[in-house]
């Protein structure tokens, strides 16, 4: 455990904050987080933090408990994993799961922790950490599909002082970006996160010295307590006392042959608080989409999920954490023994919204969202230029793909857009500026997202053209199961990949893969899927139908199938059709059900080849009893 060092230990006063004052210093602390984006935005190289975001931070009070953030992580469980003194100037890194308490969830994760001291004591934390494209391991982007070992997937650096008291040590970091493929752009995005960081701690500093240190914490318990006060209104109205629920849902595969893997989240609430357990889930993953979370950040997601959905005008912080017990049991999907491959983690983490949406609309099917695009898919291309001015100079590519959002209560779901709200796509010309590749093709697909009377989004075909020969890799997810619809909506499409090679085959591609060579002239065609459907489609405005028809989201057989809206292709309605087609289509369905996942999971497996062009995943084992595939 961590000892900090304060050279005062005077204590803090609580003292009243009067409405004025706490929302001044709540807006503040909002600035000062959206500051620390923009500080690392300007500072990193790598495209995935550069362009498209992939980094969460997040302003702490002095026990370590977020009072902002956007997407939290747990500063305690690190100090806890941590054998060393804190003191001012010290700033901390790390990139190991396993020796902090899962605050990050697998090696690409660069975490710095920054203690803020005002007048020598603490009077907070910022904290930030941030994808690395690379981080060394057997092939590039560091997220071998068939990883067994976290020791495959690159340098794991322990918790250790990265500066101490102001000074760096250089020689550490030497030592760790000898390791990495691409070193300028790991310095320059290390050097932004630690730079973001400082940014938050002198905005702390700058409230302090405006309102008082004994203002200022005050101010931060009280947003604390307000969330709490919040969260224990919305899950009394939420859930009934005594009754337990639960949802089900699947990540596809583990990349190594197994799968699918079904995850359960059963919830109880007791008086007050809700029970969350994980107990009734799939065994940890031979291959590397084990998510390793810890209870602090289930809370969190929990909480984030809640609040979005049922009050979205509440600051989201770590006060409810007292009003949310978790079970997660040991050798399971979600807590598997050290040293377990993470580096596919990125299905869990966006599953688990669907598995709380899930429960959330089990008792509230009005404010139930559907399944959507619940993952970050990553692309990764690699090689050396051959021939011309650049012969033999080394490129590297990793980015992250966008689906369909489901179907909300609200409106229909966005198409081809990100899980996490702050991430923005690569744009083109970046991409075509930067690698020797071409964008033929970045456009939604027609009838992918799941009917409803609100529309799930529709999938992406994003079709990469290479013009040097290299390896690509592939991490995705929902090319077995469905993204399912609710409230009489539809499932959503789901996803595939193929390469239309230059000799003129085809080759299918498993959603989960890395070497994959590529040479000049193949095109990678990276098919993401849809978000489920809300809703009755028979109710759906015919005209809306018709306008999405015109503009090529959704095709005239899509129409008449999934809406009963019966249309030529400029988008003119029969309405006496209609009228009948959509009279079939409620006499044929019956009632209407809250959740529709599709066929059975024993009929996708039976259907899978035929369907896909892969084969079906073997059932998931036991991991210390299984063989590589």
């Known amino acids: 455990m961590a000892?900090?060092?304060?050279?005062?230990?005077?204590?803090?006063?609580?003292?009243?904050?009067?409405?004025?004052?706490?929302?001044?210093?709540?807006?503040?602390?909002?600035?000062?987080?959206a500051e620390m984006d923009e500080v690392l935005f300007r500072t990193a190289l790598s495209p995935g933090i550069r362009e498209q975001h992939d980094e969460f931070p997040l302003i702490a009070?002095?026990?370590?408990?977020?009072?902002v953030g956007q997407f939290g992580l747990s500063v305690p469980d690190f100090l806890d994993n941590f054998d060393g003194t804190v003191g001012e100037g010290d700033i901390l890194l790390t990139s190991d799961p396993y020796a902090c308490g899962a605050a990050i969830s697998h090696a690409n994760d660069w975490l710095i922790v920054m203690p803020i001291f005002h007048s020598g004591r603490v009077?907070?934390?910022?904290?930030?950490?941030?994808?690395?494209?690379?981080?060394?391991?057997?092939?590039?982007?560091?997220?071998p599909t068939d990883a067994h070992t976290i020791y495959e997937e690159g340098v794991i650096i322990p918790p250790f002082k990265l500066y101490s008291g102001g000074e760096m040590n250089d020689t550490a970091l030497d030592i760790i970006l000898n390791q990495v493929r691409k070193p300028d752009w790991n310095r320059a995005d290390l050097n932004g996160l630690v730079a973001a960081c400082s940014t938050a701690a002198r905005r702390i500093v700058e409230l302090c010295d405006r309102f008082g240190v004994d203002v200022y914490l005050s101010a931060l318990d009280a947003l604390l307590e307000r969330n709490y006060q919040a969260m224990k209104v919305l899950l009394a109205t939420l859930f009934v006392d005594g009754e337990t629920i639960e949802f089900s849902d699947f990540i596809c595969d583990d990349g190594c042959g197994y799968g699918p893997y079904e995850l359960t989240i059963e919830l109880t609430r007791h008086g007050e608080k809700i029970h969350l357990d994980f107990s009734k889930n799939a065994p940890q993953a031979v291959g590397?989409?084990?998510?390793?979370?810890?209870?602090?950040l289930v809370r969190m997601f929990f909480g984030i999920y809640v609040i979005t959905v049922a009050d979205p005008q509440i600051l989201w912080n770590d006060g409810f954490y007292p009003l949310i017990d978790v079970t997660i049991p040991e050798d399971s999907f979600w807590k598997p023994r050290y040293p377990a491959a993470l580096n596919g983690r990125n299905h869990g983490i966006g599953r688990v919204f669907d598995l709380f949406g899930g429960l959330l609309g089990k008792n509230n099917p009005s404010i139930l969202n559907a399944a959507g695009f619940s993952s970050s898919p990553h692309f990764m291309y690699s090689g050396h230029y051959d021939g011309g001015p650049r012969d033999g100079e080394w490129f590297q590519l990793y980015s992250i793909g966008f689906g369909g959002i489901p179907g909300r209560p609200m409106g229909d779901g966005p198409d081809g857009h990100s899980l996490w709200p702050s991430f923005v796509n690569i744009p083109c010309e970046y991409l075509e500026s930067y690698y020797p590749l071409r964008?033929?093709?970045?456009?939604?697909?027609?009838?992918t997202g799941g009917a409803g009377l609100h529309r799930g989004g529709n999938g992406v075909d994003v079709a990469y053209h290479f013009d040097e020969p290299g390896t690509i890799a592939i991490h995705d997810d929902r090319w077995l199961t469905y993204p399912w619809g609710v409230n009489g909506g539809k499932p959503g499409a789901r996803g595939r990949k193929w390469i239309e090679r230059a000799d003129g085959t085809t080759e299918i591609l498993a959603s989960k893969v890395h070497d994959v060579p590529v040479g000049r002239g193949d095109v990678l065609h990276f098919v993401t899927w849809g978000g489920g459907g809300w809703g009755d489609p028979t109710e759906r405005d015919p005209e809306l139908v018709a306008l999405e028809v015109r503009r090529g989201l959704i095709t005239p057989d899509g129409a008449a199938s999934g809406y009963g809206v019966v249309c030529d292709a400029a988008g003119t309605v029969d309405v006496d059709?209609?009228?009948?087609?959509?009279?079939?289509?409620?006499?044929?369905?019956g009632e209407t059900t809250v959740f529709d996942k599709g066929p059975d999971i024993a009929d996708i497996l039976a259907r899978c080849e035929e369907e896909t062009g892969l084969p079906a995943p073997r059932p998931p084992v036991n991991v210390r009893k299984a063989v590589r595939a």
Request: without cysteine; glycine residues 6%.
């Open 3 to 33: 000892t900090i060092v304060e050279t005062s230990q005077t204590p803090f006063t609580t003292v009243p904050v009067d409405p004025i004052t706490l929302d001044i210093i709540e807006n503040a602390l909002r600035n000062a987080r």
């Open 439 to 447: 964008i033929e093709r970045w456009e939604t697909i027609a009838d």
């Open 577 to 589: 059709a209609t009228t009948a087609r959509r009279a079939e289509l409620v006499e044929a369905r």
């Open 123 to 143: 009077v907070g934390w910022s904290s930030m950490f941030g994808h690395m494209s690379d981080v060394g391991g057997k092939t590039p982007s560091s997220m």
């Open 288 to 296: 590397p989409i084990n998510y390793f979370i810890n209870e602090n």
């Open 61 to 67: 009070d002095p026990s370590g408990k977020m009072v």
